[in-house]
């Protein structure tokens, strides 16, 4: 039985793994025009969701995404993996010196779905129709857009609220900051403080 488990769960590991590197080769060919992009380069020193960055929040939406699209084709429904790598890759773009664009956070939140769509279609030659529909659309419920008209565009808006709510728990890999960071920040002191403890009555 044992041995059965573990033939399953390496199994398990191997498909998680090929995904994992199926959903990279997507974003890299779909993407690459924006990932290489100075605006992609400045989203790592643009804090956003609190604890993350633009770049980080954006690079989840665009995974996440993506592998909801695997699952919708794995039902027979077709959508358009290119235009959702460039939307989810473009969407927040806007975001990019909101101190200077934006009076409030609030518009800032309202707004930068149009921001970036210009942010957008200067990376990019040939901005498909699509992908500017998918970024207009990202915020709803919230902001001024309308609902999504398309499931590309409902698959990067639920992965943008999905991964928003990831963000503040993993936070950035590069600042140190998220919920999970901090409990591992925390437990580390703890673990210290009991070993100084330990310490101190062994003298």
Same mark, same amino acid.
């Given at each position: 039985?044992?041995?059965?488990?573990?033939?399953?769960?390496?199994?398990? $590991?191997?498909?998680?793994e090929?995904r $994992?590197e199926?959903?990279k080769?997507?974003?890299? /060919?779909?993407?690459?025009? =924006?990932l290489? &992009?100075?605006?992609?380069?400045?989203? @790592?020193?643009?804090?956003?969701? /609190?604890?993350?960055?633009?770049?980080?929040?954006? /690079?989840? =939406?665009?995974?996440? &995404?993506? /592998?909801?699209? @695997?699952?919708?084709? $794995?039902?027979?429904?077709?959508?358009?993996?290119?235009?959702?790598?460039?939307?989810?890759?473009?969407?927040?773009?806007?975001?990019l010196?909101r &101190?200077? #664009?934006? &009076?409030?956070?609030?518009?800032?939140?309202?707004?930068?779905?149009? +921001?970036?769509?210009?942010v957008?279609?200067?990376?990019?030659?040939?901005?498909?129709?699509?992908? +500017?529909k998918?970024i207009?659309?990202?915020?709803?419920?919230?902001g001024?857009?309308?609902?999504?008209?398309?499931?590309?565009?409902?698959?990067v808006?639920v992965?943008?609220?999905y991964?928003?709510? #990831?963000?503040?728990? $993993?936070g *950035?890999? *590069?600042?140190?900051?998220?919920?999970?960071?901090?409990?591992?920040? @925390?437990?580390?002191?703890? #673990?210290?403080?009991?070993?100084?403890?330990?310490?101190?009555?062994? #003298?």
């Amino acid at each position: 039985m044992n041995k059965n488990i573990e033939q399953l769960n390496k199994i398990i $590991k191997e498909k998680r793994e090929n995904r $994992k590197e199926r959903i990279k080769a997507d974003i890299e /060919l779909y993407g690459r025009e =924006v990932l290489e &992009s100075e605006e992609m380069k400045q989203a @790592y020193d643009q804090t956003h969701h /609190l604890w993350s960055t633009v770049a980080e929040h954006t /690079l989840r =939406v665009t995974a996440s &995404s993506v /592998l909801i699209c @695997y699952v919708l084709r $794995k039902l027979h429904i077709n959508v358009n993996i290119p235009a959702v790598v460039i939307a989810a890759l473009c969407h927040d773009l806007g975001m990019l010196d909101r &101190s200077e #664009k934006f &009076s409030s956070d609030k518009e800032a939140r309202r707004d930068h779905a149009e +921001e970036s769509v210009k942010v957008a279609h200067e990376i990019l030659d040939d901005m498909p129709e699509m992908a +500017e529909k998918i970024i207009e659309t990202h915020m709803w419920p919230m902001g001024k857009s309308d609902a999504p008209n398309t499931v590309e565009g409902v698959v990067v808006s639920v992965a943008d609220k999905y991964t928003a709510v #990831k963000d503040l728990v $993993k936070g *950035s890999d *590069s600042n140190d900051t998220g919920v999970n960071n901090t409990v591992r920040r @925390y437990k580390e002191k703890v #673990k210290d403080a009991v070993n100084s403890m330990r310490n101190d009555t062994d #003298k």
